[in-house]
């Protein structure tokens, strides 16, 4: 099973930027798919972008679009989140996730069709 290590995150003002990392332990990604969801305290765990590993494609939740960009790098085996223009709404923990078989777009963005996860990480936007 695919060992997910998340780096980045952190406290940053409204308006700045943090980058994510999301990278297997060592070895290539065999998932079809790496995606990114974030809980804030209190709601459910909310898809934010995914990528599809061969092609590329990408998927991103509304609110975030044109502020978020997800990027993967094969030679380094990592998904990258670029985070730009944070508002205090897009506080939680950021988890990414393995999605190993290739799934329709809509599945892509529930967290149950996930199969492995990172541990989270902290982003904290103040106003």
């Known amino acids: 099973q695919e060992q997910l290590v998340q780096s980045g995150g952190g406290l940053v003002q409204a308006g700045g930027s943090l980058r994510l990392s999301c990278a297997t332990s060592g070895r290539p990604f065999s998932a079809y798919a790496v995606g990114w969801f974030r809980q804030a305290p209190g709601k459910e765990r909310e898809f934010v972008a995914a990528?599809?590993?061969?092609?590329?494609?990408?998927h991103y939740l509304d609110s975030i679009k044109g502020r978020f960009t997800i990027t993967r790098d094969n030679t380094k085996n990592t998904v990258f989140l670029q985070m730009n223009s944070l508002k205090p709404e897009d506080t939680g923990i950021y988890y990414c996730?393995?999605?190993?078989?290739?799934?329709?777009?809509?599945?892509?963005?529930?967290?149950?069709?996930?199969?492995?996860w990172g541990r989270g990480t902290q982003v904290t936007v103040s106003a």
């Open positions: 996730g393995g999605l190993r078989s290739p799934a329709p777009d809509f599945g892509l963005k529930m967290s149950a069709e996930y199969d492995c």
């Open positions: 990528v599809t590993w061969k092609d590329g494609n990408t």
